[in-house]
């Protein structure tokens, strides 16, 4: 892959996160419709290979949350410390057949859910990452996969990210959902970009995108 498509002309990410490329190809919706009611993005076992070679976080040292309330939000290095679980969020992309299919998108044509996330919604995705709803207006209910990149709103797709991450990670969005409209990349490599982003700026966090840790 050219390293200038990805936005900032920078690609540091390590190499085997390339084996994603060809696990997300496999589960990009076709133009035509899907038997299927939905597609789950899962991690693939390169990564579990790869996990091996991290130092496990101790599970004192991960909050039953993805980040804990009183945690900067941005470290002096630039990197997060908070990530989805993959066990909650394995991601799942918009099918013709999905309940907010709206049209097919970009020269690729892929299917395009559009926005419906509820209040029920948010409050099930809380529970699930054990965060007090009282505490939820500090966190964004993220699409893992991005609506604009063929993202569900299965609450498989959602987790609570926190604002701060939240913009920097949509900066990368944008990039990549106007790069999607041109033609100039593929779901597939959209995708990879959007998951690889947390390899990049939460490494620390590998285990519990893993579901391991926890």
């Known amino acids: 892959m050219a390293p200038g498509w990805y936005p900032g002309g920078r690609w540091p990410m390590k190499r085997w996160w390339c084996v ?12 035509a419709p899907s038997a299927e009611p939905f597609v789950v ?12 070679s991290f130092v496990p976080v101790p599970r004192a040292a991960v ?11 941005e470290a002096e290095s630039g990197l997060f410390d908070s990530a ?11 099918t013709p057949d999905d309940k907010d299919f709206d049209q097919y998108r970009y020269p690729e044509q892929i299917a395009h859910c559009e926005r419906n996330t509820s209040t029920a919604d948010k409050k099930e995705v809380s529970r699930r990452y054990g965060i007090a709803w009282e505490d939820h207006s500090l966190y964004q209910y ?3 996969l991005s609506l604009c990149l063929g993202g569900s709103n299965d609450l498989r797709n959602l987790w609570p990210m926190p604002y701060a991450d939240a913009r920097a990670k949509a900066k990368l969005e944008a990039a990549l959902c106007r790069q999607l409209a041109k033609g100039e990349v593929t779901q597939a490599e959209a995708v990879e970009a959007e ?4 390899a990049e700026n939460a490494p620390g966090m590998l285990p519990v995108l893993l579901g391991k840790g926890l």
Do not use: M
């Open 195 to 198: 998951i690889g982003w947390f």
């Open 84 to 94: 989805p679980n993959w066990r909650l969020t394995p991601g799942v992309l918009c």
């Open 20 to 31: 994603l490329v060809s696990v997300a190809f496999a589960f990009v919706p076709s133009s």
């Open 41 to 52: 993005f899962s991690p693939s076992s390169f990564l579990e290979q790869a996990a091996q």
């Open 63 to 73: 909050p039953s949350a993805p980040v804990l309330k009183s945690r900067i939000p």
């Open 142 to 144: 993220d699409h893992l």
